[in-house]
């Protein structure tokens, strides 16, 4: 009897473990697609809630903006590879090599002897961005090689490649086909440095690539190109035919490097994502259409047609970041494939095959208490709310209100409440930040209506780092005394 108890035991525990492999399997991303995680945001999720929905999304590869300590030592011992970057306003510092070896000694051997798998150091994020004219035209290289050379003196230059991501407009094409491509003139000697440099110590060239971006800034491109499904557009250059304008952009560079006399560079996409909000053709259901194809795409092997091999990928981005600059469009603050707090958005499938599923979203975040900041309906003027409003607005996020927007639905009375709630939760619900000169009015039913979502701020990581402490320390307390009363 014992005995065959045991057996059904050990049948049940190897189907267990055989469906949990299965169960794996099928949550693996592809290996060749990372993430983005960025952190410019007012409501940061602890690390290591973020590397568990990585490894529950079976991601392996993340790209971050900084080389924080907190994140960094969320990741070790995860077997998560990742990229770390530099700021561009401490490049001209790190330019210097005693600078570069005090980077390296705090931000780099620290972590690597940790275990955190660093494979890559982004020297400046997307520097040669035509918008910031030349003002680190100077700076990227000599902090390139500078980090690169203390990288080598610590013995890891194979496994910690140095190099710069960079936006797609470091290049041009004067008939925008992709034979045409080359560097943009003013930057067209660095880069012709940079290039050998990279390919020299064998570092791949990052770039960002946002079909998103050539609707947005061309109202005549045909739409069918941003995706994957190929709608019927197509386009011919030199023998090579493009249904979208991902591939169009990656023959662009190839183009551009084999011009330079460099082909051989293995180019890695930095960027790859489409945003939810802020505009007219930000949404989920478009944002799911970009994915699906992408991700399909991907899945198949897929490259392009001067780049037949399929890319490495770094998909943007984890969560929607309420403190991006919005100089490039209201968009910017809504690319998360997770809102603010973690949860998924829309179906997606990282594995590639297609299916219609939800990501595991991020677990156990707390959010404030279900409380928001409305305008009160005694307030019968309003013109009076217009400078409240406008105040809200200048200090917290009101990039979904507005024509195409989730919450371009809204009247008057509704604009001036979603941008008094938005300051208030951002002000951690504090009773001061409900005032508006006596116009606004906290309440405890929730304000959101169809797609507009009214949000709740979330507990922050530190808070619920302090709670954790608190309950770690009463355990040991509460071990000591037994150990006293008891042993
Ligand atoms: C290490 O990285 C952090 C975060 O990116 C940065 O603030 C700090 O200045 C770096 N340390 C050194 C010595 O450069
Ligand atoms: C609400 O605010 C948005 C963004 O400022 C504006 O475009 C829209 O016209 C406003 N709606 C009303 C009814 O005033």
Redesign the pocket.
């Known amino acids: 009897m014992a005995q065959k108890k045991g057996m059904l035991w050990a049948s049940y525990l190897i189907l267990v473990l055989v469906l949990c492999q299965l169960q794996r399997a099928r949550c693996d991303a592809l290996p060749n697609v990372g993430i983005n995680w960025g952190a410019l945001t007012s409501y940061p999720l602890n690390p290591s809630t973020v590397v568990d929905l990585l490894k529950n999304n079976g991601i392996k590869k993340v790209k971050l903006f900084?080389?924080?300590?907190w994140t960094l030592s969320a990741l070790a011992g995860t077997g998560i590879e990742v990229m770390v970057?530099?700021?561009n306003d401490?490049m001209e510092?790190?330019s210097d090599i005693g600078?570069a070896e005090?980077?390296v000694?705090?931000?780099l051997t620290k972590h690597l002897r940790n275990g955190v798998d660093i494979r890559y150091i982004s020297v400046g994020n997307e520097p040669f961005l035509t918008s910031y004219g030349s003002k680190y035209t100077g700076s990227t290289l000599p902090a390139m090689k500078t980090i690169h050379e203390a990288v080598e003196n610590i013995g890891v230059s194979d496994q910690v490649k140095v190099t710069s991501c960079l936006n797609a407009d470091v290049l041009v094409s004067s008939s925008d086909k992709p034979s045409d491509g080359e560097f943009r003139g003013d930057i067209k000697d660095v880069m012709k440095e940079m290039i050998e440099f990279l390919d020299y110590g064998d570092s791949p060239f990052f770039v960002n690539i946002y079909p998103f971006l050539s609707l947005y800034l061309n109202p005549n491109f045909p739409e069918e190109l941003a995706f994957f499904d190929g709608s019927g557009k197509s386009f011919e250059d030199k023998g090579a035919v493009y249904t979208n304008v991902f591939d169009a952009n990656v023959d662009t560079l190839v183009w551009a490097l084999k011009k330079e006399g460099h082909p051989d560079i293995k180019i890695i996409v930095g960027e790859v994502g489409w945003p939810t909000d802020g505009h007219k053709s930000a949404n989920e259901d478009k944002a799911k259409r970009f994915y699906d194809g992408f991700l399909k795409k991907l899945g198949n092997k897929q490259g392009s047609p001067l780049h037949p091999d399929v890319l490495d990928v770094y998909l943007f981005g984890l969560f929607d970041e309420n403190l991006k600059s919005i100089e490039p469009g209201k968009f910017e603050r809504h690319w998360g494939i997770f809102g603010y707090d973690g949860k998924p958005k829309f179906p997606i499938d990282f594995s590639g095959n297609g299916d219609n599923k939800m990501p595991v979203g991020a677990k156990g975040v707390r959010y404030k208490e279900k409380k928001w900041c409305v305008l009160s309906e005694d307030v019968k003027d309003l013109d009076a709310v217009y400078d409240p409003y406008g105040y809200a607005c200048a200090n917290a996020d009101c990039t979904s209100l507005g024509y195409g927007c989730s919450c371009a639905d809204l009247d008057v009375r509704g604009n001036a409440s979603y941008a008094f709630n938005q300051y208030f939760q951002v002000r951690d619900q504090s009773v001061e930040a409900c005032d508006f000169n006596g116009m606004a009015t906290i309440v405890t039913k929730d304000p959101s209506q169809g797609t507009c979502k009214f949000p709740l701020a979330i507990e922050s990581a530190a808070t619920s780092l302090k709670a954790l402490d608190a309950i770690i320390r009463s355990l040991l307390l509460g071990l000591a005394l037994f150990f006293v009363t008891f042993m």
């Open positions: 900084d080389a924080d300590s970057g530099i700021p401490q510092r790190l600078e005090e980077w000694r705090k931000n």
